[in-house]
């Protein structure tokens, strides 16, 4: 009997990470393999996951401080139900999971793999910048691969001597399935800029609020798909600037929502401060949608600048506003990026190279779809 293959990410929220491990989880169970996903207790991913009929349990990721009680938990469960691979994505789960292999021995686990979904911890302060890195450090050095989804990821790595073995790692860009999207064609209800994301720190919303300033006299309305901490502190700025007219604030949404949000703008704006391999971008591409995003390391990997967007400097609201500007008053424009954006979607970031990359890391051969394992792992 086909042994499962469990996907274990900490925050079942929606988002770039519980995206892609739903998005793997799909495609193994479309390949005829048994995926488990492991996540939040009550989360969006695990009703997601249900709603695809693939197996779902719910444990307590909420504190940090929870990686020994977890790491518990899941040794027993891994115990129980034996499967072939337990894959961790994001260090949330991916430090409880290292600690569960010890506990069980080399004799006694299954294939560990993990997944960094974007080195968080180098904007942290000193004191928290030690301990994340020493968690990432220890995830790595237990899992018997570790996958990173940008080649900037993979450099952070070696630079900050978290990989011991580079003959233990690869490279596999994230993907996501092409049925998600609606159908239609983008910005067909208006000039609008679709910001999706947390609204935190990272996703460096309240530059927004700037580059609306910049873009004067346009006011195209701006979507801002997403929650988080920095929403109260975005929507008094927006009043304070009199741009309550231009702003929709929809907060946060179903994935499929969100994407139907999108498809009625004329592109994605996606200023963030760092990232690991923003799967907004790639979804945007596959709509057809032309990107305007920082020029940070991930992003870089996925725009090609004058082809499917423009990348600007992470805080330069008048570099923001004249890339937007270009793409608003030039429909012939917005359409070839668009369309080549589409392209390149297609040809770099399909699932099924995905699907089979991960087969490699796993060391399992496909079941059923005629994948073959030999993909983007480098």
Request: net charge positive; charged share 20%.
């Amino acid at each position: 009997m086909t042994k499962e293959i469990v996907q274990i990410i900490g925050n079942g929220d929606p988002g770039g990470g519980t995206t892609a491990v739903l998005t793997l989880a799909i495609l193994l169970h479309d390949a005829g393999h048994r995926p488990v996903i492991v996540s939040q207790r009550g989360s969006y991913l695990l009703r997601e996951a249900g709603r695809h009929g693939i197996d779902a349990h719910g444990m307590d990721f909420s504190s940090r401080g929870g990686a020994i009680a977890n790491c518990r938990a899941l040794a027993a469960f891994i115990r129980q139900r034996g499967p072939a691979v337990v894959h961790a994505h994001g260090n949330r789960a991916g430090l409880p999971v290292a600690l569960a292999m010890k506990l069980l021995g080399r004799a006694h686990r299954p294939r560990f793999v993990y997944t960094v979904h974007g080195f968080h911890f180098l904007t942290k302060k000193i004191g928290a910048y030690q301990l994340a890195r020493i968690a990432e450090k220890f995830a790595i050095g237990a899992a018997d691969w570790t996958n990173f989804v940008s080649d900037g990821d993979a450099h952070i790595a070696r630079s900050q001597r978290l990989v011991a073995d580079l003959a233990s790692t690869g490279v596999i860009h994230n993907a996501v399935l092409s049925q998600d999207f609606p159908a239609g064609a983008p910005g067909s209800t208006g000039p609008g800029i679709a910001f999706i994301g947390r609204l935190t720190h990272q996703k460096n919303p309240l530059i927004l609020v700037d580059i609306a300033a910049a873009l004067r006299p346009l006011a195209p309305p701006i979507h801002v798909i997403g929650g988080g901490e920095l929403e109260p502190v975005l929507r008094d700025r927006v009043r304070t600037e009199g741009m309550s007219g231009q702003f929709v604030f929809h907060g946060q949404q179903h994935r499929a929502d969100a994407l139907r949000i999108a498809a009625t703008c004329t592109l994605l704006l996606l200023p963030s401060r760092w990232e690991g391999h923003p799967i907004t971008v790639i979804e945007a591409m596959h709509m057809g949608l032309p990107v305007v995003a920082s020029d940070i390391s991930g992003t870089r990997e996925i725009v090609d600048q004058d082809g499917t967007g423009y990348l600007v400097r992470a805080d330069d609201a008048a570099g923001y506003a004249a890339a937007i500007r270009q793409v608003l008053v030039e429909p012939g424009l917005a359409r070839r990026l668009g369309e080549r954006g589409r392209d390149v979607a297609n040809e770099r970031f399909s699932a099924q190279r995905m699907l089979g990359a991960n087969l490699a890391a796993y060391r399992i051969t496909s079941q059923g779809t005629g994948t073959h394992a030999a993909s983007c792992v480098v």
